[in-house]
């Protein structure tokens, strides 16, 4: 596999359904199969849902699970990237009261 891969060890399985799902930055992170189908090769494809936000999915399948995880986690760590710089421009703002 190509590309970039998965960075927590905490993905599981869940066994009877075949989906992928973890936890990373308050995301709750899902990679599922998509069958092959009139107009589509199938392939994996991956959704992240946080409480109070929009659901972050995937635009296109790909072959690997493992692309599709990393993908999901990119989207997780961008958004608490995103986070973090508000808490600290906020912080930075109230020090020059």
Not at 27 to 50: C, D, I, N, Q, Y
Request: aromatic letters at 8%; glycine letters at 10%; hydrophobic letters at 30%.
């Amino acid at each position: 596999m190509s590309g970039p891969h998965p960075t927590i060890s905490a993905w599981q399985r869940e066994e009877r359904e075949g989906y992928f799902e973890a936890e990373l930055h308050d995301w709750k992170l899902r990679v599922t199969w998509t069958p092959r189908s009139e107009g589509s090769t199938g392939g994996f494809s991956w959704e992240a849902k946080r409480e109070g936000e929009k659901t972050l999915e995937s635009e296109r399948l790909v072959e690997e699970p493992e692309l599709a995880m990393a993908g999901a986690e990119h989207a997780a760590r961008l958004d608490a990237d995103r986070r973090t710089a508000a808490i600290a421009e906020r912080k930075g703002a109230g020090d020059d009261d």
